[in-house]
């Protein structure tokens, strides 16, 4: 499969989630009404393959979603640990603060690993 039909084999996984209905996904960075997208969504769901297939065409790895979460914020919600690896790696940023002024370490869930 190339690298073309990976990323839009993401998009499409990711336009079936009832967050995006109505939201015309043609890219990682098409955002719902909140300003999540299928990048942060892929970040969550620790999904590094999705991830790396998305990094080529988004804009800005630090996109702000709902309420300001970043997707190494979504990650490390989720104890998304390879995720939020692979957007340091990429230029992520760990200091910024989402629209209640926590960074991403202060959003991981304790119950789960980061």
């Known amino acids: ?14 336009a079936n989630l009832a967050m995006f209905d109505g939201v015309r996904v043609v890219s990682p960075d098409s955002a719902n009404s909140e300003g ?47 995720a939020a690896h692979f957007l340091l790696e990429h230029g992520a940023d760990a200091t910024r603060e989402n629209d209640y002024g926590d960074t991403p370490a202060e959003c991981s869930n304790p119950r789960k690993p980061a």
């Open 1 to 14: 499969m190339s690298a073309s039909s990976d990323l839009h084999s993401f998009l499409a996984r990711y």
């Open 36 to 82: 999540d997208t299928p990048f942060h969504m892929a970040a969550f769901d620790d999904d590094v393959e999705a991830l790396r297939a998305m990094i080529p065409h988004i804009k800005e790895v630090n996109l702000a979603g709902a309420i300001g979460n970043t997707p190494l914020h979504y990650a490390l919600m989720n104890g998304s640990k390879s």
